[in-house]
């Protein structure tokens, strides 16, 4: 069952699980933890998600273990990937997948 955010009437953050049929919409109220809660919007913010799709490849993982075997790394030990096939081999490689 996903979790879903809530807030209630004081701003204090709340999470319930719902079957997502049944999920309320964003902004309706439910009874959770003894108090009304709202829906709020929420959401994981996949920041190597946005650094492929706005700067494209190749883009330095903050992500990935440094120094990654199979891939060149800069001064910090970050692997640089250069490509969505260089990704994918990597990935491959060390028995990753996306999450």
């Known amino acids: 069952m996903p979790i879903y955010a809530f ?4 701003g204090n953050d709340h999470e319930l699980f719902f079957n997502a049929s049944e999920a309320p919409k964003i902004g309706s ?11 709020v919007a929420s959401f994981m ?5 946005i ?25 910090r030990g970050q692997p640089i990937i250069r490509s969505q096939s260089h990704e994918r081999d990597v990935a491959s490689r060390h028995d990753m997948e996306k999450e």
């Open 45 to 49: 913010l996949d920041t190597e998600g």
């Open 7 to 10: 807030r209630d009437d004081d």
């Open 29 to 39: 109220t439910v009874m959770g933890n003894g108090k009304t809660l709202t829906r």
């Open 51 to 75: 650094a492929r799709k706005t700067h494209k490849y190749p883009y330095v993982s903050h992500a990935l273990p440094r120094n990654l075997e199979g891939a060149e790394c800069n001064k």
